[in-house]
C-alpha cells in the first residue's frame, strides 16, 4: 500500500481543532468522533495517544491530572504515546512552574511509566506524528482498531465504575460518584430512571427532583440524555415503557 492508504483513527469529540486540522490537511485520514474513556486519540486497540499542549501540560502536573492520565493510558493499552505540543521558552516563562520539576515529570512519564513521549512545535506537526503512527500500525502492521477498553487488572468497583463512565455526559469523577453512593450499575439505572425533569410554568426545564438531586454535578440534561439512551422515549408507551416500568 501507498502512504496515501486510508487510515482509520478515533478521536476524542473535545479535540476539535485536531479535527479540524485532520479534515483540511489529512484527507487520507477518517477518523470517528467520540467522547473517550482514556487516550485522546485511539490508532488501533493496542496504541492510543494523549495530547497535552505546552500550557496544559504543566497544568495538570499542578493539579495532578497528569499522573492519573498516564497511568490509566497505561493500563489500557500496552503502547500508550504522550504527544507533548509546543513546550517552548513561553511555557517555560508564564507558568510560573521550576524547569527542574516540568523535567522531572517528563522523566517519571519515560522512564517510570515506560510512556513514549514525543514532543511536536505545533499541531500541525501533531497531525503528522498521529498520520505516521496510524500508517505503520495500520498498513505495514494491518492492526485493528477498537475504541473503549477495560483496563487490564480491575477490581470490582472500578469495573463498576467503567460501566457507568460508559453514560452521556460523564467522565471518571462523576462516575466514581455514582457508585459510591448507589455501589452498582443496576442501582444508578434506578436512580435514573426515578429522577424526574422540573419545569417552569413557561414549560422549560428547571431542575431535577428525586434520587440524584442530592448529588452534585447532576442537572436535568443528564438525566434526560440518559434517560433516552438507557430506556428510550419515556413519554411514549408501548413495550419500551413497559419494560423501564418494570425496573
Not at 21 to 39: C, G, S, T
Request: one cysteine or more.
Amino acid at each position: 500500500m501507498s502512504k496515501s492508504s486510508i487510515l482509520q483513527i478515533i478521536v476524542d469529540n473535545r479535540e476539535r481543532k485536531l479535527m479540524a486540522l485532520l479534515e483540511e490537511k489529512h484527507p487520507n485520514i477518517k477518523f470517528e468522533a467520540k467522547q473517550l474513556d482514556v487516550a485522546d486519540i485511539v490508532i488501533t486497540e493496542d496504541v492510543a495517544i494523549e495530547r497535552k499542549e505546552g500550557f496544559d501540560f504543566v497544568s495538570s502536573i499542578m493539579d495532578n491530572r497528569l499522573f492519573e492520565q498516564c497511568l490509566r493510558l497505561k493500563e489500557t493499552y500496552s503502547t500508550a504515546i504522550l504527544i507533548l505540543e509546543g513546550l517552548n521558552d513561553k511555557v517555560f516563562e508564564k507558568t510560573g512552574m521550576k524547569i527542574e520539576s516540568i523535567y522531572g515529570a517528563l522523566a517519571k512519564i519515560a522512564y517510570k511509566s515506560g510512556i513514549a513521549v514525543i514532543p511536536t512545535r505545533n499541531l500541525s506537526d501533531t497531525a503528522i506524528v498521529i498520520e505516521r503512527i496510524a500508517y505503520r500500525e495500520q498498513v505495514k502492521d494491518s492492526a485493528t482498531i477498537l475504541s473503549r477498553k477495560a483496563p487490564k487488572s480491575m477490581s470490582v468497583e472500578e469495573r463498576r465504575t467503567f460501566i457507568v463512565e460508559g453514560f452521556v455526559d460523564i467522565g471518571p469523577k462523576k462516575a466514581k460518584s455514582l457508585i459510591e453512593n448507589y455501589e452498582t450499575p443496576y442501582q444508578v439505572f434506578k436512580a435514573i430512571k426515578h429522577t424526574e425533569v422540573t419545569y417552569t410554568r413557561t414549560g422549560n426545564p428547571k431542575g431535577i427532583q428525586g434520587p440524584l438531586s442530592d448529588l452534585t454535578g447532576f442537572g436535568w440534561k443528564f438525566v434526560e440524555k440518559n434517560k433516552e439512551m438507557l430506556f428510550g422515549k419515556l413519554k411514549e408507551k408501548g413495550p419500551v415503557q413497559k419494560k423501564i416500568d418494570d425496573i
